[in-house]
């Protein structure tokens, strides 16, 4: 059954629902029933029907939901009548899923994210974890071994949030794998879809990654140094990429280069083909993010490689777009995690005899760090909202990029600041928080929607 008709027998029990109970809602509000003394029994009647209705109603839009869910889709499409409207309530399925990964991102992404960044490595058992949440199924189609019946931006802003909560860096490395399958979803031709899209559904987790920033000044992901050019059998690579996620680790890449005659276009590149090289980076934080340096020399990939295997389909602008979105969710996760700790850690210490939160000095500060965080919060959904709709999102992804890399480094220090000489230690986790933030306003092009 495809969605239209859900959406329209959605809209039949609606509107039966509401002549009903407005027909009835008129009678027991009636200057008859108030005069003969029968308002109580009115009211009574009143609530039972809308039991009664609702009850019905409910059964029957759910029924044909799930009737809806099990028609297969291969390439995952936007809501067909997607609400005009800014619509601050999530559905039930996205509320279920962002209480699954707040809960993935306390109880597993923050411990282990403490552990590498104090110099362990990662072990297979997170990786096992990570594909026992089914996170990466949440926008994979139903027709390659995922759960998504529908393309929701918005769905993948919530994860972002929920797993930058837990631990930015190691929510870097699950997001680029869910970016990857969005972006084949969106732009893959059918060949690429099938060859790669079933590997992320798979038993084992299936690393992929963007390559997309240059170790130069004032990088602009519209004018790559890295270049391909063609061939008679498909294109040459050659450059230099750095901050790539979980880089030497990642199974399959997507490399952004500069096509001549063309533009910025992203090109699938298995990690094993020849010419490519990879070199551990180390930087300040997102140590368990895997940063690594991808070096390109003259490295031949096939006219398949192309991402949707055309040269004008990629749209360069909305990805961009779509990446600042997400990078803004991640961040606010963690800038959400740095307050509530500042919280707890305020409410806690005391001096003079109280609360240093007593304090206004300490009060207003945390109020204003409360409040930029909820306004980049409302800015990232509002963007996806957009995306989602199928609109143009990008004053509201720059305005959602432009607000987190001012107030992120911001909310940061002050929790450092908040902390006194604590915030300088190790033994608490907002160290980490601002190390991990400075990073917010330099990557570029590192996830998306």
């Known amino acids: 059954m495809p969605k239209k008709s859900t ?16 027909a009835m809602g008129a009678f027991a509000g009636s200057e008859f029933v108030q005069k003969t003394g029968f308002t109580g029994a009115a009211r009574e009647a009143l609530y039972q029907a809308t039991r009664t209705v609702m009850g019905v109603g409910k059964g029957v839009m759910d029924t044909t939901k799930e009737v809806a869910k099990l028609v297969p889709k291969e390439r995952l499409e936007l809501p067909t009548k997607p609400n005009d409207l800014f619509d601050l309530n999530f559905t039930e399925e996205q509320t279920m899923v962002a209480d699954a990964m707040a809960e993935f991102g306390e109880g597993v992404l923050r411990p282990t994210g403490r552990t590498v960044d104090d110099g362990e490595g ?25 759960a998504a019946y529908e393309r929701n931006p918005v769905t993948v802003a919530l994860i972002a949030e929920k797993l930058g909560y837990g631990d930015y860096a190691l929510a870097l490395r699950i997001l680029s794998s869910i970016s990857f399958i969005n972006l084949l979803n969106d732009y893959g031709s ?8 079933p590997l992320f559904a798979g038993d084992k987790y299936f690393q992929g990654t963007f390559a997309i920033m240059e170790p130069r000044l004032r990088f602009d992901i519209r004018a790559m140094q890295t270049t391909a050019e063609r061939s008679h059998s498909g294109y040459w690579l050659n450059g230099e990429k750095c901050m790539v ?62 991402l949707g295997e055309s040269e004008t389909r ?52 945390l109020a204003d760090m409360a409040t ?20 143009d999102a990008h ?29 300088y230690t190790r033994e608490h986790p907002v160290e980490m928080y601002y190390r991990h933030l400075r990073a917010s306003a330099i990557l570029r092009g590192a996830i998306c929607l």
């Not at 959406?7 to 407005?22: E, F, I, M, Q």
């Not at 930029?372 to 609109?391: F, T």
């Open 122 to 146: 990662l072990n297979e058992s997170f990786f096992t974890k990570v594909m026992e949440t089914g996170i990466l199924g949440v926008t994979i189609p139903e027709s390659m071994g995922g």
């Open 7 to 22: 959406s329209t027998l959605d809209g039949v029990v609606t509107g039966a629902a509401k002549w009903g109970l407005r």
């Open 190 to 197: 059918d060949t690429q879809r099938a060859a790669y899209v």
């Open 395 to 423: 004053r509201e992804a720059y305005l959602a990029d432009f607000f987190s890399a001012k107030y992120s480094m911001r909310i940061a220090t002050d929790a450092v600041q908040l902390l006194g000489g604590h915030g």
């Open 245 to 306: 996620v979980a880089g030497k680790t990642a199974d399959v890449l997507l490399v952004f280069a500069h096509l001549t005659g063309v533009g910025v276009k992203p090109f699938i590149l298995p990690s094993d083909t020849h010419g490519v090289s990879f070199e551990e980076e180390s930087n300040m934080g997102l140590r368990a993010a895997g940063l690594s340096t991808l070096k390109l020399t003259n490295v031949h990939l096939p006219k398949e490689s192309l």
């Open 372 to 391: 930029e965080c909820e306004a980049l919060r409302l800015m990232v959904y509002r963007a996806a909202c957009l995306l989602e709709q199928g609109k």
């Open 314 to 365: 990629f749209n360069l602008a909305k990805f961009i777009d779509s990446s600042k979105i997400a990078l803004g969710a991640l961040t606010q996760g963690t800038m959400k995690a740095a307050i509530d700790y500042a919280i707890t850690y305020c409410n806690q210490r005391v001096a003079f005899g109280e609360p240093i939160t007593n304090r206004q000095a300490v009060a207003f500060m």
